[in-house]
């Protein structure tokens, strides 16, 4: 069974400022980590993975299948998520993480989830933190 540890706050407070401006999104506590979600779907989700050996911190986010392919073949940090059109993404405090590509990909997966009025509204947010 996989045990799970207590995210990072930092990591928190970063995918939080990458789902910030995203309309209707929300914050919770999930089963284990924390989840963003739009009208009941989670678009967003991260997690500690214990592994008695090391901690491994991922993010969880949908992906439109030609881009899901793509981030698959790069590998390392990506790999499967536990659904169709799900992938996760490993995240780290080293300064290796790209938080830019973070918001990308939290903002595509708003997009494959929130209905077409809120996504229209994107366009007239700004996106600073």
Known sequence: MTEYAEVPESIVRRVRAACANLPEAYEEQAFAGV?????????????????????????????AS??????L????????GWGDGLITMALREDGSTDWSEVREFVTDSYCLLAPKKLIARLGSLGTDD
């Open 73 to 80: 073949a790069i590998g390392e940090p990506f790999s499967p």
């Open 35 to 63: 989840r963003w979600r739009i009208r009941g779907r989670t678009l967003a989700h991260v997690v500690t993975i214990d592994d008695g050996h090391d901690l491994a911190t991922v993010l969880w986010f949908h992906a």
């Open 66 to 71: 030609e881009e899901l392919a793509a981030l």
